[in-house]
């Protein structure tokens, strides 16, 4: 597709479980990010990856949460023993790369829920 | 440190009226900014940058650097401009968002 494309769209999972977010860029965007939108919190910066180098980790509110891209494409983002406040809307974003002064381009989210 | 900062959670106008969304930013250096909107249901997209100082869907923005601001403002709203609005200010790689204005507005 043209845009970027985020799975699931909606996860309810139970306090303690593992869950698993998942991020397809648009094809050629080499830099991508992960957010989480919270009621009243705006967009808050997790996790940034841009080619090959080390990914920014250094929004990453704890050890519980963790992100991959692999090949530089798909990114999955990880967390682990889901809390309560981990429930909020995760949104996904990628641009052209370095040095450009292009736009973020945003998934739907994946709204996650838990119990 | 907050480095983008919008002071209005929540703004109400009428159809027909003007509207201003206030954006306030803490960078020493040169910054980039932007407005992002998202409209019910859909996904959060660019508005406007303000390199680009051009008019989109009847909005703009000037960036005043004595005043570290970059409001967002419309002569006339229409219904179809409520939404959530965010701003936000790059840096190098980095995007920083504001909290975001839900604006409503009123038939």
């Known amino acids: 597709g043209a845009g970027v494309s985020q799975s699931p769209s909606n996860k309810v999972t139970e306090k303690g479980k593992d869950v698993e977010l998942r991020c397809d860029p648009i094809?050629?965007?080499?830099?991508l990010y992960w957010y989480r939108q919270s009621l009243g919190q705006g967009l808050e910066f997790l996790i940034y990856f841009q080619g090959n180098s080390a990914p920014d980790k250094s929004g990453l509110p704890s050890d519980r949460f963790s992100a991959e891209r692999t090949g530089g494409s798909v990114s999955t983002l990880t967390i682990q023993r889901t809390q309560q406040e981990d429930s909020a809307v995760y949104l996904c974003?990628?641009?052209?790369?370095?040095?450009?002064?292009?736009?973020?381009?945003f998934g739907e989210g994946s709204r996650l829920t838990v119990l | 440190a907050q480095r983008v900062t919008q002071p209005e959670k929540l703004l109400s106008v009428f159809k027909g009226a003007p509207v201003e969304l206030k954006c306030n930013y803490s960078y020493s250096g040169s910054p980039e900014l932007f407005w992002y909107v998202q409209y019910s249901r859909q996904r959060l997209q660019l508005l406007l940058r303000h390199i680009s100082r051009e008019s989109i869907k009847g909005f703009t923005a000037d960036l005043n650097k004595g005043e570290t601001s970059f409001h967002l403002k419309k002569p006339f709203a229409q219904e179809e401009d409520s939404a959530m609005y965010y701003c936000a200010l790059r840096t190098g790689n980095q995007f920083y968002f504001g909290t975001g204005t839900s604006l409503t507005v009123i038939p």
């Open positions: 094809s050629g965007h080499t830099a």
């Open positions: 974003a990628t641009r052209r790369g370095v040095g450009n002064t292009g736009e973020l381009f």
